[in-house]
Nanobody, 118 residues
Framework: QLQASGGGLVQAGGSLRLSCATS?????MGWFRQAPGKEREFVAA????????YYADSVKGRFTISRGITRSTMYLQMNSLKPEDTAIYYC????????????????WGQGTLVTVSS
């Protein structure tokens, strides 16, 4: 089971940190987001051990994905936020797959809303 939190309202240029708690510490995990009227898109992914990460080009250099020491929590540190980052952010997990394909992740959490004002 996955539980995402940390969303909120922030001004452009600001920062937020999202968290996703999981009982499945040995799963690869990822963040996706869905803006109004758009498809859900890949944001970032991290391997079960935390040693491998992937990012969408749109967030490289601004967002950092990580896992806690016990690997039971995944984080997304979002800096230099832009209005186009406004979306519902979802965390996902899969035992075998790590990457940008949302259809390959078996488990999904509820979303957390991030709103970036200009």
């Amino acid at each position: 089971q996955l539980q995402a939190s940390g969303g909120g309202l922030v001004q452009a240029g600001g920062s937020l940190r999202l968290s996703c708690a999981t009982s499945s510490r040995n799963y690869h995990m990822g963040w996706f987001r869905q803006a109004p009227g758009k498809e859900r898109e890949f944001v970032a992914a991290i391997s079960w051990g935390g040693g491998t990460t992937y990012y969408a080009d749109s967030v490289k250099g601004r967002f950092t994905i990580s896992r806690g020491i016990t690997r039971s929590t995944m984080y997304l540190q979002m800096n230099s936020l832009k209005p186009e980052d406004t979306a519902i952010y979802y965390c996902a997990a899969d035992l075998k797959y790590i990457g940008n394909s949302r259809g390959r992740y078996e488990y999904w959490g509820q979303g957390t809303l991030v709103t970036v004002s200009s």
